[in-house]
């Protein structure tokens, strides 16, 4: 039996007020709370002087105007943006505008696979689509400042162009909304991708980082084991799905219903999003068939 993830929602971060969490690390957070955004998305300033800012946020006058009172004289070398959801990226423009500086990314917004016919875009976040990088990022590019080094660490998954941040010289990772500490991601098709979110998170398993800070919530310690239980959760989260269909469960709601127990009805869709995401795998893998193509609406069946 898989280990069940304590998570930490204790994060009480005051917004629109630029705290130092860490040597030459400031965080910004946006006054954004929602079932989906927790207390709202954090941006991020690295360096002194002349610094980077990571995931400007939604497109809030109130928090664009905190992170140029925070900047004070500084000047901004890079605009770096995790994901193109719309509570990340944008306010790149507007610090663009007001800085100058160039804003890097993985690239623009786009489905992790194409749309089938009459599919829509999931949950009401959304892509941004407007944002297009001056820069588009390369996995394991080093971007340089002053007194800082961040390499580009591809994560797709939460969103096909999803990336994470490693502080080079530090134990720190720039998770975005890959790894957080105070609940799961939610991977939505066509937006996201199971089978890469899965890789992505054996992809940081990896790594040596054990200090993640992401794009909600608090700072996570001990960030190794966090993602060991994540891959557990989801592997027993497919678990949990065959066993219901082998039961005789065929459609998203059905299922929903049964692994998720006392779900907050908020978050509803995103449960559904998400089991429908551990279908899409499993169709992948010849395990589970559907008749047609694959939709929130279709009726699943084990293949053996």
Not at 10 to 37: M, Q, Y
Not at 126 to 147: Q, S, W
Not at 148 to 153: F, G, H, M, N, R
Not at 204 to 224: C, D, F
Request: net charge negative.
């Amino acid at each position: 039996m898989s280990e069940e993830i304590q998570f930490d929602r204790s994060f009480d971060a005051k917004p629109g007020v630029a705290e130092e969490i860490a040597p030459g690390v400031r965080r910004i957070l946006c006054d954004n709370p929602s079932p989906f955004t927790f207390r709202g998305t954090n941006t991020y300033i690295v360096g002194k002087g002349s610094v980077a800012v990571i995931d400007p946020g939604p497109a809030d006058p109130r928090h664009i105007e905190a992170i140029l009172s925070a900047l004070g004289n500084e000047t901004v070398a890079q605009i770096l943006v995790s994901h193109t959801h719309r509570d990340h990226s944008p306010a790149a423009a507007a610090i663009s505008r007001a800085t100058g500086a160039k804003t890097f990314a993985e690239g623009p917004h786009r489905p992790a696979r194409e749309l089938h016919l009459g599919e829509t875009p999931p949950l009401d976040s959304g892509g941004d689509d407007d944002f297009m990088p001056d820069h588009k990022l390369a996995d394991g590019e080093v971007i340089e400042g002053k007194d800082y080094a961040l390499e580009t660490v591809f994560t797709p998954g939460h969103a096909a162009n999803h990336v994470a941040f490693a502080l080079r010289g530090t134990d720190i990772l720039f998770s975005a909304d890959h790894v957080m500490g105070w609940a799961t991601s939610i991977v939505a098709p066509p937006d996201g991708s199971m089978s890469d979110y899965m890789t992505s998170l054996h992809k940081l398993e990896k790594r040596s980082e054990q200090t993640y800070l992401p794009g909600h919530g608090g700072m996570v310690r001990n960030a190794k084991k966090l993602v060991e239980q994540y891959i557990e959760h989801r592997e027993a989260r497919e678990t949990a799905i065959l066993r219901k269909l082998s039961r005789g469960e065929s459609d998203i709601p059905g299922i929903v219903q049964a692994i998720y127990i006392g779900l907050d009805p908020r978050l509803a869709k995103a449960a559904a999003m998400t089991t429908y995401a551990h279908l899409e795998t499993l169709v992948e893998r010849d395990m589970v068939a559907t008749d047609g193509a694959l939709s929130l609406e279709g009726r699943y069946r084990l293949t053996a």
